[in-house]
C-alpha cells in the first residue's frame, strides 16, 4: 500500500532525515555492522534518503532500491543521480514478488516499509529467498501498536488487519530461516522494532 499525501509530507521532511541518519542508522549499525563492499537491496526505498545513507555511511558497493510508489522515485533519482548504474539499479518493485534470483544479496535493508504491505508474511518470505547464506536482514517497523493509535491511524492509510507486535514479528523472521536470536530492540515502547537477523546457512535455498 502507498503512503498517502499526509505520511509523504511527514516522512519527506529535514526532522524525519535527521531521525534517519543520527538515530535510526548508527542503532542499526550497532546490531548488524557495516556493509563495505557488498550487496544491498532496500524495500520501499521512497525518495532514496536511506539508499543514500547506505553508500555513504555504511560503505555499500551496490545497491538495488525499489519502491511501489513512481513518485517517490523521480525524487529519488534526482537525489541518487550521482551513482552509476554498476552501483545502483532504482526501480518501481514490490517487497512481496522481487525481480531477483534466489540468495543475491548480502544484506537487505527495511527502513518501516513493511508495515504497508497487506501480507506482510509474504514480504518476509521474499527478503528471506534474496538473501546469501549468511546474508543480513536490517529492518526498522512500526508495530500494530502504533499503527492503531490515534491520531496514526486517522491521518494515514495502512492495512489495518493482520498487523505485527515486536514478537510476531521477530517470530515470522526466524520462522523464514533468519535467525535474529536477542539482537533487536523496541522502542519507543513498542511502538518501533529495531533489528538484524543472519541468513541460516544450512538451511538457504
Known sequence: MKMNTLEKLAMNNPVRLL???????????????RLDGMS??????????????LFKQLGAAKVHAIDLDESMLKHARKRLAKYSPTQL???????????????SYD?????????????????????????KPDGRFFFQ????????RWPYSVLFEHPKENRFS???????IEQ??????????????????????????MNSQ
Do not use: M
Not at 113 to 131: D, K, M, S, T
Not at 143 to 148: F, K, M, N, V
Open 19 to 33: 531521525i534517519q541518519r543520527h538515530f535510526e542508522l548508527p542503532l542499526l549499525q550497532k546490531l548488524g555492522g
Open 40 to 53: 544491498v537491496l532496500e524495500v520501499g526505498c521512497g525518495r532514496g534518503v536511506g539508499t543514500e545513507l
Open 89 to 103: 539499479k532504482l526501480e518501481t518493485g514490490d517487497v512481496t514478488d522481487i525481480d531477483a534470483p534466489n540468495q
Open 107 to 131: 544484506a537487505v535493508f527495511n527502513f518501516a516499509a513493511i508495515h504497508h504491505v497487506p501480507n506482510w508474511q509474504a514480504a518476509v518470505v521474499e527478503i528471506a529467498r534474496v538473501l
Open 141 to 148: 517497523e512500526v508495530t500494530s501498536q502504533w499503527i492503531h
Open 166 to 172: 515486536s514478537e510476531e514479528f521477530i517470530q515470522e
Open 176 to 201: 523464514q530461516g533468519i535467525a535474529v536470536d536477542n539482537n533487536w530492540e523496541k522502542r519507543g515502547g513498542g511502538d518501533f522494532v529495531f533489528g538484524v537477523g543472519r541468513r541460516n546457512s
